[in-house]
């Protein structure tokens, strides 16, 4: 993976080529010449047609993975997939509910948002059609908004496509189990980084919408999913802040009113996880101390369910990046293609510690008594 985002690998089917077999031209009657002539032509239409229907089936899923048209719901299709709003809640915050649901034939969720001010319903659509259109690997799509007569005008509801996963803040921290996570290596760890990166990339800088200073505006561990079987992450809620009206487009503010100052520290005497300041902690880790001990404080600081096992350069370079990101005066931050491009070299690194980390193969191993 380089400056290109790299998703992980699915494998490619391979199309067969078509070869048609002729027999050895050891006669030359016209019989022989014109069997020959035959069996060249069938082939090529053979070919030909493979081509062709290679060519539809690749159209077919380049088609399937553009982002489609907004859809504009009525909210009594939103009433109706919801169970009049009765059905499962996949958050508990009643400013914030949402729910999963089959809305025209597609798995969804729909998430009930507050308007932090009122947006004219045309300048509505019209962020509305060019968010729906935006379209990266990393982002979870926006499929369409109920925009008339929700909750007597003061909610919007924002469907999405339902990607199957769990939360990153479910994935790092487990209030059964504690000590389990499921990205319990690194290299799930800097794909994730990788990703996120990549995405928000996207949103500052490569959407082409015609919306001044797009950002995410809720980057947060609970807005980015984790997929399934694969470990990737996407992010949520694009697009909520600007069809809230969350934003100002006068204003040049990037993403951070997000909960990134908050980590968690698992408590042994109550059981509990404890607020506590990543940013702060990082800060320390990298720059205090006075004794040179960098790795170690690294080693110490670094999540254990890692097992100690990481690059710890990769990581160091990697908390220095972090710590740009976030200092307090927005205009000092890096750009975001900037952090996307250091993270993905951060991730080829990453990839060639894990080969030199591998078992060696030149080595065997007797059991016979010595």
């Known amino acids: 993976m380089g400056p290109t985002r790299t998703r992980s690998r699915p494998s490619q089917s391979q199309g067969r080529h078509h070869s048609s077999r002729r ?30 229907a290679a060519s539809r089936t690749s159209l077919a899923s380049l088609r399937e993975s553009l982002p489609e048209n907004p859809h504009i719901y009525d909210v009594s299709e939103i009433r109706a997939a919801t169970n009049n709003f009765l059905a499962h809640r996949l958050s508990s915050s009643s400013s914030k509910a949402s729910w999963r649901c089959n809305l025209r034939g597609k798995e969804v969720v729909v998430f009930q948002r507050k308007f932090r001010r009122r947006i004219a319903k045309d300048e509505l659509r019209d962020r509305l059609s060019d968010i729906c259109r935006s379209h990266h690997g ?56 990788t990703d996120l990166a990549h995405g928000l990339d996207y ?27 694969d470990y990737n992450a996407r992010i949520c809620h694009f697009g909520t802040a600007q069809l809230c009206g969350e934003t100002n487009e006068t204003t040049s503010e990037r993403d951070g ?94 990839e060639k510690w894990a080969a030199n980390m591998k078992r060696p193969t030149d080595i065997t191993v007797s059991y016979a008594p010595r």
Request: hydrophobic share 30%.
């Open 138 to 193: 990393s982002i979870i799509n926006l499929l369409g908004a109920s925009v008339s007569g929700s909750g007597g005008g003061d909610h919007i509801y924002l469907v999405y496509e339902h990607v199957n996963g769990a939360s990153l803040a479910d994935c790092l921290r487990s209030s059964k189990n504690p000590n389990f996570t499921v990205l319990s290596n690194w290299a799930s760890r800097i794909q994730i980084a």
């Open 23 to 52: 027999s050895p031209s050891t006669s030359t009657t016209g019989t022989t010449t014109t069997t020959g002539t035959s069996s060249s032509s069938n082939s090529n239409k053979t070919a030909a047609s493979s081509s062709s």
């Open 203 to 229: 949103i500052h800088n490569k959407t082409g919408l015609k919306i001044e200073n797009l950002v995410h505006n809720h980057i947060k561990s609970s807005a980015v999913i984790v997929t399934e079987p």
């Open 257 to 350: 009113h997000g909960s990134r100052f908050e980590g968690y520290r698992y408590d042994k005497a109550t059981g509990d996880f404890e607020r506590t300041s990543v940013i702060e902690t990082a800060k320390a880790v990298i720059d205090g101390g006075g004794d040179g001990d960098t790795e170690g404080r690294l080693r110490r600081w670094v999540d254990r369910r890692l097992g100690d096992s990481f690059p710890v350069t990769v990581v160091e370079k990697l908390t220095r990046l972090a710590l740009e990101c976030v200092v307090e005066d927005p205009v000092n931050r890096p750009e975001m293609g900037r952090v996307a491009g250091k993270i993905s070299q951060l991730y080829l690194e990453s």
